[in-house]
């Protein structure tokens, strides 16, 4: 039931991925409804896939962030008829979920309800903090591009169906405000639940030393958006340097202790 | 439908085409003039009509019979002109089945200035709701059917597609830095015909044109009291302090060099605090000096940039002419079946009655020199009668029908009343 479940959704997020890719493709533009319509029936599936896991692991947790980055596509579609954002989030989450697929997903043991609830929390909060930092990467990305159509003059398919630059600075500035205290959050109830249901922090030096420097990276970003006001490109820049700083850590991490049993 | 009775559906008028601005301009009936116009061409003899007039046509349509009707309307547009110069040489006639497709073609946008544009469509409902207590009822039909076309076409094809002019391409690119154009502040510079346009269009979107600077402060001054409530009059002199403050700056002015130079819009740049400032050259030779468009967060668009997006959007909307053609001939057939045989149903009618007379007075005098049949026998010469009187119909009823619908029906239908002497013909 999980991998049907999944496999659906994969296929829903393709359908999603070629209709987004279809006016830079010359096939023409399809209609705004049968996107948000492939979107969002394959997140409805992918809830109940995700709601039968164990989030414990690297499978399930790609599979979540996936989810987290199609809600928050579906957000910024209803909210900012943001539609290009798709372009980005529906291949990444069509990549995360076919990678889950290829990890192994089966439904997972239960968690003891005083932990499941703690643990639950803090997964959500840490993976909505990425996909929001992913989004706002995104937008970053799609502002810099328009841009540039803008500023060259170029008024092809980017130009006709990529936001306007103020909607995309808003989503930006948006998603980074809300991601940065998400993720802070998600990684202190991490370690909160690492002291009273395992009686201490087990981390090694270099995951605290590397985290650090992301969080200083992320919060600087947040800090010239909010308090020097940073708008525009060099705002957009801000945002991409603290999101290649989360994705190079992680890597990184991740090169350094190998093994899917862990996100981290 | 009595009404519809040897009745033709005629449009005459003038057009972008076929006629001048000035004279144009001349044609034009605003809406209170209307009613008097269209109660003169009905007392000429025209069963109804409806007046289409914009800026780049005034058209009439009638459901007349023929009569004096249209020489009323060009005796009525001959007066407007008013310089001894004939309406009739600036205009032209579409009958029936042309004049549907006319009508269809105008609704669709086929036949605007700018191909596909959507105002057309706004302009024929509004003509036919004013003109509706004198339409009748075939016009009335033509009007519904032609709004359905115009949405059809617009739906099905993407001849609608793009911003076909430089204005409303203006529009689009200040639509892609600031989203939505609603509470936007916007300058013009100059007192140009396209600045005036582009204006009128950024108006239309909700942005606030609140200041106009010219070298005359009483043109300035006439464009601001046009653009409405909020808008006030500058001097050159005094704009360039306001750079600070604006969104959109529409540059047009007559100036013979680039009036908007680097370093102005550089101090001005200083206050905005990085927000961005759309710059739209529309003067020839340009207002700005080129450079500026390298300025952080400004972007400096000129007319040769708008024509380009333009150019772009109408060639596009032009592929999709032989699909809007194709909606509108479907829809002419399936308007010419619906008025085919609402003009034939009446005249069958008529010649069924008359013959139906005639069988009915030729079986009686029959009949009384035959006074020896039984109820029977005459019973059956009754039927023989009846039966060759449906034989006799058929052919003529069945071809009568299709040629009407083929839009060959009137002669037909004329030659059927001057041979049975079913009422006076068409002239």
């Known amino acids: 039931m999980v991998l049907s479940l999944h496999l659906i959704a994969l296929a829903l997020y393709g359908v999603a991925t070629a209709l987004a890719l279809a006016p830079f493709l010359g ?32 499978a399930p947790s790609l599979s979540l962030l996936a989810l987290c980055l199609i809600l928050l596509q579906l957000a910024s579609e209803a909210v900012l008829r943001a539609s290009a954002v798709a372009l980005f989030t529906a291949p990444l989450a069509a990549g995360l979920v076919g990678l889950a697929l290829l990890l192994g997903l089966a439904p997972g043991a239960e968690v003891a309800s005083g932990r499941g609830a703690w643990l639950l929390l803090h997964v959500a909060l840490s993976f909505f903090g990425v996909a929001f930092l992913a989004l706002a990467f995104i937008a970053a990305a799609l502002y810099l591009l328009q841009f540039r159509q803008l500023k060259t003059k170029h008024f092809g398919q980017m130009f006709q169906h990529f936001p306007p630059l103020e909607r995309l600075d808003r989503l ?25 249901f395992a009686g201490a922090v087990q981390v090694d030096k270099a995951q605290i030393v590397w985290g650090m420097f992301t969080w200083v990276v992320l919060g600087w970003a947040v800090w010239v958006r909010v308090v020097r006001h940073w708008t525009g490109r060099r705002a957009a820049f801000a945002s991409i340097a603290g999101f290649a700083a989360v994705l190079l850590v992680y890597v990184a991490l991740k090169l350094a202790a190998p093994g899917a049993e862990r996100f981290l | 439908m009595s009404a519809s009775e040897s009745v033709s559906i005629t449009v005459l008028g003038v057009n972008h085409v076929t006629a001048p601005l000035e004279v144009r301009e001349r044609f034009w009936l605003p809406g209170h003039e209307v009613p008097a116009a269209l109660q003169r061409v009905l007392a000429a003899g025209a069963q109804g009509g409806v007046v289409l007039s914009t800026c780049n046509r005034t058209e009439f349509y ?81 009007f519904q ?12 094809t993407g001849v609608g ?31 140009g015909d396209m600045a005036e346009l582009a204006a009128a269009c950024l108006v239309s979107e909700g942005v606030r044109v609140s200041l106009v600077a010219n070298r005359t402060y009483e043109r300035a001054r006439a464009i601001a009291e046009q653009l409405g409530a909020g808008s006030r009059a500058l001097t050159l002199d005094e704009a360039w302090e306001h750079f600070s403050g604006v969104d959109i700056v529409i540059c047009s002015t007559a100036a013979p060099h680039a009036i908007v130079t680097w370093q102005r819009v550089a101090n001005a740049l200083a206050a905005r605090r990085r927000r961005p400032l759309c710059i739209l050259d529309l003067a020839v030779p340009r207002d700005v000096e080129p450079a500026v468009g390298q300025l952080e967060n400004v972007f400096l668009y000129d007319i040769d940039d708008l024509q380009a997006v333009a150019a772009a959007a109408a060639a596009q909307r032009r592929s999709e002419i032989p699909h809007a053609e194709h909606i509108v001939d479907q829809e002419v057939e399936e308007f010419w079946t619906w008025y085919g045989g609402l003009a034939v149903v009446p005249v069958l009618r008529d010649f069924r009655r008359r013959l139906e007379a005639v069988r009915a007075a030729e079986l009686e005098r029959a009949l009384k020199h035959l006074p020896d049949l039984t109820p029977a026998e005459r019973e059956q010469v009754e039927h023989l009668s009846e039966a060759l009187l449906n034989k006799f119909l058929h052919q003529p009823t069945v071809a009568l029908k299709a040629a009407a619908q083929d839009g060959r029906g009137y002669a037909l239908l004329d030659a059927l009343r001057r041979l049975f002497g079913l009422e006076t013909p068409r002239e």
């Open chain 1, 27 to 58: 096939v023409g533009a399809p209609a705004r409804v049968a996107m948000l319509a492939a979107s969002a029936a394959g997140a409805a599936l992918h809830v109940v896939g995700v709601s039968q896991l164990s989030v414990v692991g690297l």
């Open chain 1, 172 to 196: 930006n500035q948006f998603a980074l405000v809300v991601g940065f205290p998400t993720l802070t959050l998600g990684v202190l109830l991490a370690i909160g639940y690492a002291v009273r």
């Open chain 2, 62 to 142: 009638l459901a007349d019979r023929g009569n004096g009707a249209p020489a009323a309307v060009w005796a009525l547009l001959t007066e407007r002109l008013g310089d001894g110069r004939a309406a009739a040489d600036f205009g032209y006639v579409r009958r029936d089945r042309d004049a549907v497709r006319h009508l269809y073609r105008v609704s669709a946008g086929l036949d605007s200035m700018i191909l596909g544009e959507s105002q057309i469509q706004g302009q024929v409902k509004e003509a036919w709701e004013l003109s509706r207590p004198h339409a009748g009822p075939v016009l009335h039909r033509l």
């Open chain 2, 145 to 156: 059917s032609a709004l359905a076309v115009g949405s059809r076409v617009r739906t099905e």
């Open chain 2, 161 to 191: 597609m793009g911003n076909a002019s430089a204005p409303s391409a203006a529009v689009a690119i200040a639509g892609k830095i600031f989203g939505d154009l609603a509470g936007r502040e916007a300058l013009i510079l100059g007192a």
